[in-house]
């Protein structure tokens, strides 16, 4: 049967392969008997545009300069899980246009950031293999070079209007919706997304998701409130779990929005 996405389960009989090609990585899995071995070889020139993939099975050939990781069990079992995940650390969003709210105005943003990709054994919690399909570059995100945190960066457009935004495999859609109460108008320059603290879903048209984030800039201050919605986006449509958050502590999660905005 012909996968339509590129994560899902998957059944391997013995000694069979299967050779993702992702945008620029390529991930070559055998099953035997008692072990399962998970090459990897990764494009130097990748770019964050390149939304390509394929599935190839059978994959009789190993790959040539990959990476091979071998996992030991007493006896394998046929399913294996293809998964996205968010990334393992924020991601700052900078809008390519600048972005300005005038007072007592609201809108929401769809924005998008990278996935990772997760390689999960049916009896295992921990994943065999945890990487980005497309590494983003890295960034710092705080007041000061004391204050802050090491970050991933990547530029989007922030289309208020989801019908501009394609359909994008490696990346993940994220509403955001900005009320200014302060009485001067709000610039969103950079957001620092609090990935590693969202599920992610998929919907219907393969489009992923996560849950929204609703931010306020309260009346009188320059403060901001970041909360999760608690609700998915009714432009999503029908999604399905796929991947649960990396992070699950209130106070890690409340640490993320101190700089939410930059």
Known sequence: MEHPFWWGEFDFEPDESRLWRLAGLDVRITRSDSEWVIETLRSSSQHEDVQDWELQAPSPTPLAGSSPSRYLFTRTTPRLRVLPSLADRSVVIKPVTPLYIPAGQSATLFVSTP????IRHDAGTVPLLDLPVIRPSDTWFGPTPAQGRLCYSTKVFGRTDLGQLPVRPFRAMTPVAISNDSPETMQVERLCMPVPSLDIYSATDGRLWTPGLLVDRLP????????????MHEAAGVVRLLSRAREHDADTLSRMFEHFLG
């Open 220 to 231: 009188g201050s320059r403060q901001i409130r970041v909360r999760l919605d608690t609700r």
């Open 115 to 118: 996935v990772w990709l997760q």
